[in-house]
């Protein structure tokens, strides 16, 4: 048995999300149905996120065990024109067996893309969120200091949603800005469903002076969704790198 | 009557083409509908050239007249919430009553992109071609060199294709070059139905070494279409700019 690692890109705009599901089009159903192409196993792939509907990633990662004799590296190569064109096996390599794409991860890094100019763009729209809204970037930056640290995320976790440990740590929340395109980097030890739409809704609100900068200290006590800002879309969300 | 001009860029994956057809979702199309909500006018607009299914535009120009007494720059704001997000108006304007989007045009700017990484990116395939072989860049340089000026394009003109006239002129075709994204800008007074992904794929073929670089000179002097390269995809095409 190898124990194989795909670092996989998608562009999620035609997918209901990554995690496999009988009757709707997912990543990994595409993923695993093409590796039955090759191997002739029925592979049951690990991600180490599931990503929502729309959702993109430049850097999702997932492990399989296999049997089959083609070479770990291989694997890019011999799916690059069996994959539909929306999803890429951007590299693979065999691992160690005890390998594992969710329970090794040491933390997730994921980009939020914001379009805020006045008129939309076209060639954008799947590809990031449309907020043609002045914002401060002074107090859209001290907003997102604040979040930094652990605190109780339960404020910023889809309602419905459930977990066992709402406590999560933030390492880094960066702006990058290029023209009228904001991007968010938020770097974390792990993430409650939606939280990263979440925090970019509230942020970006605090920045546009919908939602008071010191609300965020009773936000990050934990139990306030209600309070929190909107959940926004999964067009501007991207995973961009599992840490290991 | 005001005559308005409208700047559009769209995203050409989703669409059937520029031109209005009964049973099919076109650029035209979506916009007319749009206009007909907001001035209650069937309006039948002049696009500055049809584009075809799949191909993208961030520059198409459009004209149109109407008695609606909504100014002319206020179009763009008017639309940008009914227009399908596949579609934006980047700019509109009151023009003379004497602009028309095709005939006023004296050329047009084309982009063509190709991606030739060795490996596939999900994100980029609806936005370039896929062509993962080396290409040698002065002998692409050597070929792009030889279209510039008046020829006989028929040879770079789909099969089936129809034009009174077959001699255009082409007064730049550059190479920009990125990483593994390579872009090749194509200016010319007027074009033939599918000439520039023609012209792409045989320059593109010729830098590859599968079609020998003298081939152009008689492929310039007209009627060889079977000699000229493949018709690269859609996906990597842009009309970029129209110009007055």
Do not use: C
Request: proline share 3%; net charge positive.
């Amino acid at each position: 048995m190898k124990n194989v690692k795909f670092t996989i890109e998608y562009d999620g705009t035609n997918f209901a999300g990554w995690q496999r599901q009988v009757s709707e089009r997912t990543v990994e159903g595409v993923i695993e149905k093409s590796l039955y192409k090759i191997t002739g196993e029925r592979i049951d792939l690990v991600g180490a996120g599931r990503t929502d509907a729309g959702v993109h990633a430049i850097g999702q990662v997932a492990n399989f065990f296999t049997k089959s004799t083609i070479p770990g590296e291989k694997y890019k190569y011999a799916l690059r024109f069996i994959l539909p064109t929306d999803v890429s096996i951007v590299d693979s390599e065999e691992v160690d067996k005890d390998f594992h794409a969710r329970f090794s991860a040491t933390g997730k890094i994921y980009r939020y893309r914001i379009y805020t100019g006045r008129l939309p763009k076209a060639l954008l729209r799947p590809y990031s969120f449309f907020f043609p809204f002045r914002i401060d970037y002074n107090l859209l930056e001290r907003a997102t200091e604040k979040f930094i640290g652990q605190h109780d995320f339960s404020s910023f976790m889809a309602r419905g949603a459930n977990s066992h440990n709402v406590f999560k740590t933030i390492r880094r929340f960066d702006i990058e800005r290029d023209g009228d395109m904001v991007e968010l980097i938020i770097e974390g030890d792990n993430f409650l469903r939606n939280m990263v739409r979440i925090m970019a809704g509230t942020a970006v609100y605090i920045g546009a002076g919908r939602i008071p900068l010191e609300r965020l200290d009773t936000l990050l006590k934990g139990g306030r969704r209600d309070l929190a800002g909107p959940t926004f879309g999964p067009e501007g969300l991207y995973l961009e790198k599992v840490l290991y």
